[in-house]
Nanobody, 123 residues
C-alpha cells in the first residue's frame, strides 16, 4: 500500500520560511518523479514544483515560486522536501505531495497523493 505523508506546514509571517517534508512508503521511491501541488480556498489545485526520478533529479517550478522555493529529495529516506523562503500571503494553501511515473505538471498524471498540509502566510 502506497502512502505519502506530508508534514511541516503551519502559520508563518510574510517573508518567513517553512520546509515541507513528504515521507513515502510502499513504492520504489527513487524511480518516481515527485511533485508538490497546492490548493487555495475557492481555487483549482495548481502545480508548484517537481523533481524527476533518479538519477537525473531535474527540477521544475511554476513561475510564481521560482527563486523562492526549492524541491529536493533524499532517496535513502524516501522523502521529498519543499523549502519555501520569502513566503507571501498568496502562498497560503493546502500543499500536497504526489508521485508520478513521468515528468509532468498535470495533476492527472500523478497516481499517488498525500493528505495535504496547511500553509498559512499571515501577519
Amino acid at each position: 500500500q502506497v502512502q505519502l505523508v506530508e508534514s511541516g506546514g503551519g502559520l508563518v509571517q510574510p517573508g518567513g520560511s517553512l520546509r515541507l517534508s513528504c515521507a513515502a512508503s510502499g513504492l520504489s521511491f527513487s524511480g518516481y518523479s515527485m511533485g508538490w501541488f497546492r490548493q487555495a480556498p475557492m481555487k483549482e489545485r495548481e502545480f508548484v514544483a517537481q523533481i524527476s526520478a533518479s538519477p537525473s533529479g531535474l527540477t521544475y517550478y511554476t513561475g510564481s515560486v521560482k527563486g523562492r522555493f526549492t524541491i529536493s529529495r533524499d532517496n535513502a529516506k524516501n522523502t521529498v522536501y519543499l523549502q519555501m523562503n520569502s513566503l507571501k500571503p498568496e502562498d497560503t494553501a493546502v500543499y500536497y505531495c504526489a508521485a508520478s511515473s513521468r515528468v509532468s505538471r498535470r495533476s492527472e498524471d500523478y497516481r499517488y497523493w498525500g493528505q495535504g498540509t496547511q500553509v498559512t502566510v499571515s501577519s
